[in-house]
C-alpha cells in the first residue's frame, strides 16, 4: 500500500496546482480588480487539467461554466492554495444530480439561469466572465433574496450549492471530486487509512497524508471481488 | 392469506442488540428459534471509510424499511406532526452495527427515582406532570445480566467499583460490580489526555467510558483500528461488538436459530382466549404465518409500540396488551442535545478519533451531587470525545470570527482551525410525562398503508434545567483545558425520533401504569415478552443499550427456567 501511495501523481501536480493558481491570482490582481469588470477568458479555463476528457453527465457547458465560478467563489482559488475548482467540485455535482442529488436538477437548472440572467442584465456580461468582486456581489444580492428565479430562495439555492461544494471538495475523490487530494490536504487531514497507531494520531496534520481513496482498499472494492478488475487503475 | 408455516417454540421480532442478544441464551436452552429481521446481512466489505456515504448521505439508514415508517414528530398534541428522519438500522445486528457503541451501566440510582428523591429532598421535588415510577427490579437485580452481557458481547472497560472497592481510574459513582471489564478500555489520546488533565486540576475524576468495542483480540475478533470512521460505520475488522459479530454467530452456533432477512412483521396474531399464536409477516410479495409458543417483541420502541397497536383482535380491539391503555404511554428519548462546542488555540489531533474514545465526567450525573440548592432532580454525564472527519469539519461553526461562511476568509479560517474544535455530548436525565406518548399517525403511511408512529413530546421544565446547568459545567472544563471560545446550542424543545427511545411498552408490577411486568412479559399476554429500551422506565443519564441487553438477556432466562408456565 505505500509504495503505491509512493508512485501516486498527487504530490507533484499538487505543487504545480498551488503555483498556477498563485499566478492566477497575481495576474487578477495587477489589472485592477476595482476597475476591470470582465477578466479575461483564460480565467474559465480550468487551472487543473483533467487526467482525460470526460463528459458531462447532467449539466449544460453554460450550466457548468456558471457553477464553476460560483464555487470558486465558496471555497477560491487564492494565496492560500487551490480551491473547489481545481479540486473539480463540479465534477462531483454534476455526477451526484444523476445520481443522489438527482432531485435537486431542475433547481440547479433554474438557478444557474436565475444568476446567469442577473448578472448579464446588470453588466453585460455572463456570471463566469465577470471579476470575482462582481461575482461575489450578485451572489450576496441572491443570498439577500433581491434576484429573482429561484425555487424556493436564493439563499436555498446559495446554501444548497455550498454544500454540494463543500462534498465536492472534501468527500473521497471516489466521487469525482476531492481531485488530487486538494481538499484533504487543504484541512492538512492526512487521509483514509484502515488503521491508525498512537503515535501517527500524535502527529495530527502533520503524518505524510495517506492519499488514497477509500474504494482504492482492496477491501472495500467491490469491482475486484465481482469481476477481478481492478478499481481505478492503480 | 398469508402462508402457514411449521410452528417454533420462539418468534423474536427483530434481531439487533435486544433480539440478537435474547436468541443466545434462548437457543442455548434448546428452544427453536425464528429470528424475523427486516433487514440483510451486512459484512465487513459493506463498511469502507467513506464519510459521504456514511454520515452526509446516511447510507446505513436510507435503504431501509425504517426510513419508509419514521414516525411523524409534534411537541404538542394540538398541532399536526411532521415526518422527521430516524436513526435507525435494519440488518442482522440492526443499530448494533453502526452505533457509537458507548456501553454503559445504569447509576443505581435511575433504577429508583422515585423513593430515592423522595427519601433525600421529599417527594415534591418529583416534577409533577411525571409520570415516573421506581423500576420493579434496582441495580442489584440487574447486575449479573450486566456482567454476562459485558463478557459475551464484548465490552471494554475500567471498573471505577468492584463490590465496592474504588478506583479512581474508572468512574468511582458507578454501582458495584462483581468484577473489572474483561478487556482495558479504548487507548487515550492527546486530546483525551488534554482534558483529562484539566479536569483532575479543577479536583475533578475523569475516566475512559467504557465500550462495545474490543481493544485486544477477543473471540476472534480484531482489535479496535482507530481509523476514525466509527460514527455511523460498522466495522471492517469486527472490532465494534455488534451482535452480528457476537451474539447471533455463538446462538447460530447451537444449530436452532433460524434467521429470515427482509422480513416485515404486520401482525402478532392472538386467539381467542387472549394469548400470541405466532406474527404475520411479508417477505417479498407473499404474506406468512409464523406459529410460535412465544413471541418475543424486539424492534425498536417506535416500532413496538406500532405494532401492538396495530395487532387488534377482539380481545384486545385497542391494540395488542392495551387494555390498560398504557402501550406508547410514558415515551422519551433521551436529552442528547444542547451540547457546548469549544476552539482551541492549537490543533487536536483528533483526526482519527471516534465517539466512544472519550473521558467522561460522572460528577453532575444522576445524583452523584447533592440537589438541595438546585431546582431539578439528575443530572448530565458529561462526555468529551475525539472524533473527525473532513466534511464534518468543513461544516464547522465559525465562532463569528468571519464575516460570512463562504469564501477566501472563510477558507483561511477552516485551514487554521480545521483540527481544532470540539463538541462535547452530554446526555441528561430524561423523565417521563404524561404529556408525551407515542400512538398512530392519523393520516402518514407506510408502504403497505399502515399508520407510522406519531411522537407528541417535548423536553419539559426538568430537563431544560438540567441541560443549562450541564452546558456551565462543560464551558468550565473546556476553559481550563484551554479553549478559547465556546459556543452554546440551544437547550431543546420538540423530542424527535432518537437511537435513545425509551418507554411505550413500560416495565412495572402495576398492571394499570406499565405494558409488561417485570420480567418483560406483558401483563395481558402471558406469552408476549417485550425487548428493547421500550421496557424502560427511566433513561439515566448515559446510553440505554448495554441496559436493553442486559434486560433482554434476563427475560430470556427467566423464559427458559419457566418456560412450561409462560407456554401452558
Not at chain 2, 436459530?257 to 405466532?278: C, P, Y
Not at chain 2, 455530548?425 to 408502504?447: C, G, R
Not at chain 2, 456551565?472 to 435513545?500: C, F, N, P
Request: charged share 20%.
Amino acid at each position: 500500500m505505500a509504495e503505491k501511495n509512493n508512485q501516486s501523481p498527487a504530490n507533484p501536480s499538487r505543487r504545480n496546482l498551488l503555483k498556477s493558481a498563485s499566478l492566477v491570482g497575481a495576474a487578477v490582481a495587477s489589472g485592477g480588480a476595482a476597475t476591470q469588470a470582465v477578466v479575461g477568458q483564460n480565467r474559465a479555463t480550468p487551472v487543473s487539467q483533467p487526467r482525460s476528457r470526460e463528459a458531462l453527465e447532467v449539466l449544460t457547458a453554460a450550466e457548468a461554466e456558471t457553477l464553476e465560478a460560483i464555487t470558486d467563489r465558496i471555497i477560491p482559488s487564492d494565496e492560500n492554495g487551490p480551491g473547489a475548482r481545481e479540486a473539480r467540485a463540479v465534477h462531483y455535482i454534476d455526477r451526484s444530480l444523476a445520481s443522489d442529488n438527482a432531485a435537486s436538477r431542475d433547481n440547479y437548472g433554474s438557478g444557474l439561469a436565475a444568476i446567469d440572467d442577473y448578472a448579464r442584465r446588470l453588466h453585460g456580461h455572463p456570471f463566469h466572465r465577470l471579476s470575482p468582486e462582481l461575482q461575489d456581489n450578485i451572489l450576496l444580492t441572491v443570498i439577500e433574496g433581491q434576484v429573482p428565479g429561484f425555487n424556493p430562495s436564493g439563499s436555498g439555492f446559495f446554501n444548497m450549492v455550498r454544500n454540494h461544494t463543500i462534498e465536492g471538495t472534501f468527500s473521497d475523490p471516489y466521487y469525482g471530486g476531492n481531485q488530487d487530494f486538494i481538499g484533504w490536504d487543504m484541512l492538512r487531514y492526512p487521509g483514509v487509512r484502515i488503521g491508525v497507531s498512537a503515535s501517527e494520531v500524535a502527529q495530527g496534520g502533520d503524518l505524510a497524508p495517506a492519499h488514497q481513496s477509500a474504494y482504492d482498499i482492496p477491501t472495500f472494492t467491490k469491482v475486484i471481488a465481482s469481476t477481478g478488475r481492478g478499481g481505478n487503475g492503480n | 392469506m398469508a402462508i402457514n408455516l411449521p410452528g417454533t417454540d420462539v418468534v423474536v421480532v427483530g434481531l439487533g442488540a435486544a433480539g440478537g442478544v435474547a436468541v443466545l441464551p434462548l437457543t442455548q436452552a434448546g428452544l427453536n428459534v425464528i429470528g424475523l429481521e427486516a433487514g440483510g446481512w451486512l459484512s465487513s466489505r459493506d463498511f469502507a471509510p467513506d464519510e459521504l456515504r456514511n454520515n452526509q448521505r446516511n447510507w446505513p439508514q436510507s435503504v431501509q424499511k425504517a426510513a419508509q415508517e419514521a414516525p411523524t414528530v409534534r411537541a404538542f398534541s394540538n398541532t399536526t406532526a411532521k415526518q422527521g428522519g430516524h436513526p435507525m438500522m435494519n440488518a442482522v445486528g440492526g443499530t448494533s452495527m453502526h452505533y457509537w457503541a458507548q456501553s454503559w451501566r445504569l447509576n443505581p440510582w435511575d433504577f429508583k427515582v422515585v423513593s430515592e428523591t423522595t427519601s433525600r429532598y421529599g417527594a415534591s421535588r418529583l416534577p409533577a406532570e411525571s409520570t415516573v415510577e421506581d423500576w420493579p427490579l434496582d441495580y442489584n437485580e440487574l447486575e449479573p445480566y450486566y456482567d454476562i452481557v459485558e463478557r459475551t458481547v464484548g465490552i471494554s472497560g475500567k471498573a471505577g467499583n468492584i463490590q465496592g472497592r474504588i478506583d479512581t481510574q474508572g468512574n468511582i459513582f458507578e454501582g458495584p460490580r462483581q468484577r473489572e471489564y474483561p478487556m482495558k478500555p479504548l487507548r487515550s489520546s492527546p486530546f483525551t489526555e488534554m482534558m483529562s488533565d484539566a479536569a483532575r486540576r479543577m479536583g475533578l475524576n475523569p475516566f475512559q467510558g467504557p465500550a462495545a468495542i474490543v481493544t485486544e483480540p477477543y473471540d476472534g475478533r480484531s482489535p479496535c483500528m482507530y481509523h476514525g470512521f466509527c460514527n455511523k460505520g460498522g466495522c471492517h475488522v469486527q472490532a465494534k461488538s455488534s451482535t452480528a459479530f457476537s451474539t447471533i454467530p455463538k446462538a447460530m452456533d447451537t444449530g436452532n436459530l433460524e434467521i429470515v432477512t427482509h422480513s416485515r412483521v404486520t401482525k402478532i396474531v392472538t386467539n381467542r382466549a387472549g394469548k400470541v399464536t405466532g406474527v404475520e409477516y411479508l417477505r417479498g410479495n407473499e404474506f406468512y404465518f409464523q406459529p410460535a409458543s412465544v413471541v418475543l417483541l424486539a424492534s425498536y420502541a417506535y416500532e413496538n409500540t406500532r405494532l401492538l397497536l396495530l395487532s387488534r383482535s377482539a380481545a384486545f380491539p385497542n391494540g395488542l396488551a392495551n387494555n390498560s391503555g398504557q402501550v406508547g404511554r410514558h415515551y422519551m428519548s433521551h436529552h442528547q442535545g444542547a451540547p457546548v462546542t469549544a476552539l482551541f488555540p492549537h490543533d487536536l489531533k483528533n483526526w482519527y478519533g471516534l465517539p466512544a474514545q472519550g473521558t467522561a465526567l460522572d460528577e453532575w450525573a444522576d445524583d452523584n451531587f447533592d440537589h438541595s440548592s438546585v431546582d431539578f432532580i439528575g443530572g448530565a454525564n458529561l462526555w468529551a470525545h475525539t472524533d473527525r472527519r473532513p466534511m464534518t469539519a468543513a461544516r464547522m461553526g465559525t465562532f463569528n470570527m468571519v464575516s460570512r461562511n463562504w469564501g477566501s476568509e472563510w477558507k483561511r479560517f477552516l485551514m487554521e482551525n480545521a483540527d481544532r474544535t470540539n463538541s462535547s455530548y452530554i446526555q441528561k436525565t430524561t423523565l417521563p410525562y404524561s404529556h408525551n406518548y407515542l400512538d398512530l399517525d392519523p393520516s402518514v403511511k407506510d408502504p403497505l398503508g399502515l399508520p407510522v408512529t406519531r411522537i407528541t413530546a417535548r423536553y419539559a421544565d426538568n430537563e431544560v434545567k438540567i441541560a443549562a446547568f450541564a452546558q456551565d459545567k462543560m464551558e468550565q472544563w473546556y476553559r481550563e483545558a484551554g479553549a478559547i471560545r465556546i459556543v452554546r446550542s440551544g437547550l431543546g424543545g420538540a423530542m424527535g425520533a432518537s437511537t435513545h427511545a425509551y418507554g411505550g411498552t413500560r416495565m412495572g408490577d402495576n398492571p394499570e401504569t406499565n405494558v409488561t411486568d417485570r420480567w418483560g412479559f406483558a401483563h395481558e399476554v402471558p406469552n408476549l415478552g417485550i425487548l428493547g429500551g421500550s421496557v424502560m422506565g427511566t433513561s439515566g443519564s448515559r446510553n440505554p443499550t448495554l441496559t436493553v441487553q442486559a434486560l433482554a438477556w434476563r427475560t430470556a432466562e427467566y423464559l427458559t427456567r419457566n418456560w412450561r408456565s409462560i407456554t401452558s
